[in-house]
């Protein structure tokens, strides 16, 4: 069973910056792996994957201002998230999946964790 940790969610001020962490024991080399985020309401988006290849892709609102990276030594999968807005307000989720190359579609990802939640204030 793969388990994904999510942590590193909290309140911050628009303008801000958070550093969210995907603790993934044995699972970050060799297998596609993402966040996505959910605000009430609204269903699951795709923020950012990250291919085996360590090749990336960002959803458009995350372009610029996001960024997914591996620490692949420690297991862990990290989303940095710069010049935060309240509609980055949410749960955001760790996925991961054994395919090489991942999609956007959150129906893609067959492991997820279970959440972490980010909120940002005017």
């Known amino acids: 069973r793969v388990t994904l940790v999510e942590s590193g969610g909290g309140s911050v001020q628009a303008g801000g910056s958070l550093r969210l962490s995907c603790s993934a024991p044995?699972?970050?080399?060799?297998?596609?792996m993402g966040w996505f985020r959910q605000a009430p309401g609204k269903e699951r988006e795709a923020v950012a994957i990250?291919?085996?290849?360590?090749?990336?892709k960002y959803a458009d609102f995350a372009k610029d201002r996001f960024t997914i990276s591996r620490d692949i030594p420690k297991d862990t999968l990290f989303l940095q998230m710069e010049r935060l807005t309240p509609e980055d307000t949410g749960t955001y989720y760790c996925?991961?999946?054994?395919?090489?190359?991942?999609?956007?579609?959150?129906?893609?990802?067959?492991?997820w964790g279970q959440g972490t939640q980010v909120t940002v204030s005017a």
């Open positions: 044995g699972y970050t080399y060799n297998w596609s």
């Open positions: 990250v291919n085996s290849d360590g090749t990336t």
């Open positions: 996925t991961a999946d054994q395919a090489l190359v991942a999609t956007m579609a959150p129906t893609f990802f067959d492991h």
